[in-house]
């Protein structure tokens, strides 16, 4: 039997902030079980370079997929376009070719808040917000 690594899935979040943490979906291409795979993964904005290490310590059996997160958070800026690579190692591996996902993700721009307000005689007035969903920046 072999093991054979596939990364095949990048998630990000879409907050805005320095407390991202990345997903990835790693499948066992081979036809033995493994245990303790090596994972990494680099983030880039072409600026800022973010260096993250992690193992998946359970098993990944033969023919399945599991997802990791990394537990290193990474800054996640509006308006940026990142390249991310990530790469799953074990000793065993006999195709290195599909170990190695790169993704780039371009992150939307930061949606402005607005609302509107009406003041009626002596009543008071209401707010109401148009796009509330960008109200955690």
Known sequence: GSWKAHISNINTA??????QLLTVSVKNNG????????????????????NLLGTFPATITAGNKITYTFQTPFNLAASTAYTITTTATEPGDQDLTNNTLTQIVTTAAKAAISGSAELCNTSPAFVQVNNPIFLHY
């Open 14 to 19: 879409i907050n805005f902030n320095a407390s």
């Open 31 to 50: 036809s033995v079980d493994v245990t303790n795979v090596s994972l990494s993964a680099t983030i880039s904005d072409g600026t800022n370079t973010t």
